[in-house]
């Protein structure tokens, strides 16, 4: 299975998945129609838990985003693929992204999202989480990183499966990047409606 036309859609509750979200995954579908797509619902993401080799970091960190972040990984891990937000609205496919970043370049390890574009360089501490990519097996040395970590404090709202931990991961072992940048992306046309404050009142 070719891991770029791959695409993961992680739901985590026992709640059917709002309107607002099928909408946004009908979007994205609509789009892809040579897609693989799986969308990851509660008994998948149990699944996922229970077969995890590192399962008590998931019950030790009980915030919503670890655990989010936590199913997330290993799916990426576990598969390859993209991960996908399901709070967008897709007006391109996600394809264009890629090619029109790339021109000339070869196809990364890892697509890694950054919320805003900087003047300068890469803020360590402005990774999101709209869309990542990253071949099967590579993201297993992430959560192993994680899981050494002895300077967690879950009080910060994204750690320690947040951007803290990835940024610092990348950095540290010569990942083959390119970031993709959201305020680019969206003004670029590839989305719009990145509806992330109204959808966390669903959690």
């Known amino acids: 299975m070719d891991t770029r036309s791959l695409a993961h859609f992680i ?14 995954l009908n979007s994205f579908a609509q789009l892809h129609p040579y897609w693989n797509i799986k969308v990851w619902l509660q008994k998948d993401v149990d699944k ?6 590192y399962k008590e970091m998931f019950y030790r960190y009980t915030s919503f985003i670890n655990r989010y972040n936590f199913v997330k990984y290993h799916v990426l891990a576990e598969e ?9 609205k897709w007006k391109l496919p996600i394809d264009q992204i890629y090619t029109d970043t790339l021109r000339q370049r070869s196809f990364p390890q890892m697509f ?8 300068q360089s890469v803020d360590t501490k402005m990774n999101d989480d709209m869309l990542l990519y990253a071949p099967k097996g590579l993201l297993w040395k992430l959560i192993e990183y994680i899981s050494k970590r002895e300077d967690v404090d879950e009080s910060k709202k994204y750690e320690p499966f947040g951007p803290i931990s990835l940024s610092n991961w990348l950095h540290s072992n010569n990942i083959d990047c390119i970031f993709l940048y959201e ?3 969206q003004k670029d ?3 719009c409606n990145h509806l992330n404050g109204q959808s966390w009142k669903y959690y």
């Open 112 to 119: 890694v999202p950054v919320r805003t574009l900087p003047l």
């Open 80 to 88: 390859g693929g993209w991960f996908v937000d399901l709070d967008m």
């Open 189 to 191: 046309g590839y989305y």
């Open 11 to 24: 739901w985590i509750g026992e709640a059917a998945m709002p309107p607002l979200y099928q909408e946004c």
């Open 48 to 53: 996922v838990v229970e077969r995890s080799p």
């Open 183 to 185: 305020n680019q992306i």
